[in-house]
C-alpha cells in the first residue's frame, strides 16, 4: 500500500536581505543566486525532506508594509523559521520581532543564524543565547548546507508534534 504523503508548511520569516529567498532556493537545489532581489509579497517552494514528507515553504517579503500580512501568512503552519544575517544588529532586531511572534504563535519557532561566513558574524550559539530559540548555523550561498538543512527541519517537525515540555500538569 503507497504510504500517505504529509505536507509541512515551514514559514520563513525575517528581516529583507538576511538571506530568506537564497536559502528557499537552495535547500530546493537551485544554484543560489547571489544578486539581491527583493521578495515582492511572497514566493512559495516545496521541497522533498524525506520519503514521506514535502516541505512547503513560505517566503515572505521582510518589508516593513509586508509585516501586516504576517499573521495570515504564519496561518496552519507546522514550524515558524525566523532568519538572521548574524549581525550584533539584525540579531537584536530578530529578537524584538520573535518576541511579537511568540506572543500571538503557538506554532514552534527556530531560528537560522545566517551568514556564517561573513566577517563579524556571531555564533549560532551566541544567536540562540540571545534568541532563546534553538538556533542552526547557515551559509544559504553553499549548496553543501541542503542535507544538513533537511536534516534539521524534519527533526525540529517532529519536535512540533509533540507536546512541549512542562506541558503536562499532570491531567
Ligand atoms: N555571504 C553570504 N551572502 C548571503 C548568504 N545568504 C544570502 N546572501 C546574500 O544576501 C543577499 C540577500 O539575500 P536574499 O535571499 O535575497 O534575502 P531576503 O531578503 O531575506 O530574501 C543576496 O545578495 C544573497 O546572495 C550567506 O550565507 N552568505
Ligand atoms: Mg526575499
Redesign the pocket.
Known sequence: MAQAKVAAKIA?V?????????????VQGYK????????IGL?IGSTRLCENVNGVIW?I??QKNFQPLWDSFLKGANLIVT?T?STPKNVLQTKQMLNILARKQNTRIIAIA?????DGHMSAERVENILQVPTYP?????EKNKDNFHLFIIEELIKATEPEEGDNDGN
Not at 525575517?14 to 537552495?26: D, I, N, Q
Not at 543560489?32 to 521578495?39: F, S
Open positions: 520563513f525575517g528581516f529583507p536581505r538576511v538571506g530568506k529567498s537564497t536559502l528557499l532556493k537552495m543560489p543566486p547571489l544578486d539581491y532581489k527583493p521578495t514566493d517566503d517579503g521582510g532568519v544575517d545566517n551568514k556564517q561566513d561573513m547557515m551559509v544559504a550561498i553553499e
